[in-house]
T-cell receptor
Framework: EDQVTQSPEALRLQEGESSSLNCSYT??????LFWYRQDPGKGPEFLFT???AGEEKEKERLKATLTKKESFLHITAPKPEDSATYLC????????????FGKGTKLSVKP | NAGVTQTPKFQVLKTGQSMTLQCAQD?????MYWYRQDPGMGLRLIYY???????DKGEVPNGYNVSRLNKREFSLRLESAAPSQTSVYFC????????????FGSGTRLTVV
């Protein structure tokens, strides 16, 4: 069964304290891995797509990396405005674009 | 603003009532999706439409029907609402292969009592 697991479920950081979120996957035929940010009461907001092992993408304080079994979202020197739930999703070959989501990591950054 | 628009934002139904959730996108996307989000469960796919004129079941289709009215609009219907359908519903759209990510609407929070 195709599965996406995110850890930790929740993460509390002090402002400026760098850390990483993990997304591990067990799927048949990964086409792409997506990272989203979701604020309370809002829909997910697209951050990155990664397609091949070794690929990296950056946006402001966020950097996403991909291996054959997992992806990391590194947050460097986070600010309180980075507080949100971060969702990981995978797209499989032949899936007509459907995404399989993990349950998310809720990040809180305290000033 | 360009994006995905969902209506209504909030709805309370009694068990057995019916309703239709509306979704429209103005980005000329081919594919559209309906997800539900429940605490501790993550986002789960209900139905999708890979292109205008086609619809298919996702992971949790029971109790729902959909209509791809045209390229812009994709509606989700609950024929006889049940308390288990209390959830937040999100519509999303993307280009045919999803290369540039999926754009989500702001959601419909549905409570069935």
């Amino acid at each position: 069964e195709d599965q996406v697991t995110q850890s930790p479920e929740a993460l509390r950081l002090q402002e400026g304290e760098s850390s990483s979120l993990n997304c591990s996957y067990t799927v048949s035929g990964l086409r792409g891995l997506f990272w989203y940010r979701q604020d309370p009461g809002k829909g997910p907001e697209f951050l990155f797509t990664l397609y091949s092992a070794g690929e990296e993408k950056e946006k402001e304080r966020l950097k996403a990396t991909l291996t054959k079994k997992e992806s990391f979202l590194h947050i460097t020197a986070p600010k309180p405005e980075d507080s949100a739930t971060y969702l990981c999703a995978v797209q499989l070959f032949g899936s007509q674009g459907n995404l399989i989501f993990g349950k998310g990591t809720k990040l809180s950054v305290k000033p | 603003n360009a994006g995905v628009t969902q209506t209504p934002k909030f709805q309370v139904l009694k068990t057995g009532q019916s309703m239709t959730l509306q979704c429209a996108q103005d980005m000329n996307h081919n594919s559209m999706y309906w997800y539900r989000q429940d605490p501790g469960m993550g986002l789960r796919l209900i139905y999708y439409s890979a292109s205008e004129g086609t619809t298919d079941k996702g992971e949790v289709p029971n109790g729902y029907n959909v209509s791809r009215l045209n390229k812009r609009e994709f509606s989700l219907r609950l024929e006889s609402a049940a308390p288990s359908q209390t959830s937040v519903y999100f519509c999303a759209s993307t280009t045919r292969d999803g290369t540039y990510g999926y754009t989500f609407g702001s959601g419909t929070r549905l409570t069935v009592v």
